[in-house]
């Protein structure tokens, strides 16, 4: 496995509203992927977007974790998202990945 990005998404937790308010992410080491899982709130994925680093969405397969698409910042309105997909749509949207509590 060729290293897809610094940071790999794998489940969010989203506020009443929507929004999202943390992420679980594993590191991409290249050959494999970290054991443990870190947790990043969203303004501190903002900032190590903007710093260079890469984040990607992942989901787990049948045959191991599988590549998702690759994230984003985009400004609407002064307000930062976090997404897969370039849109006018006020909103987080990481894809379909699994939530959690937080």
Known sequence: MSKWADYL??????????IIKEVAVK?????????????????????????GHSFMTIFKGDNGWKQGKEVIIVTRN????LKTERNEVEEDNL???PEYNC
């Open 9 to 18: 998404i794998f489940k969010v937790c989203k506020d009443e509203t929507n």
């Open 27 to 51: 590191q991409d080491k290249g050959e494999k992927l970290s054991s443990e899982e870190e947790y990043y709130s969203k303004s501190e994925v903002i900032n190590l977007i903007t710093k």
């Open 78 to 81: 002064g307000k930062k998202y």
């Open 95 to 97: 894809g379909k990945l």
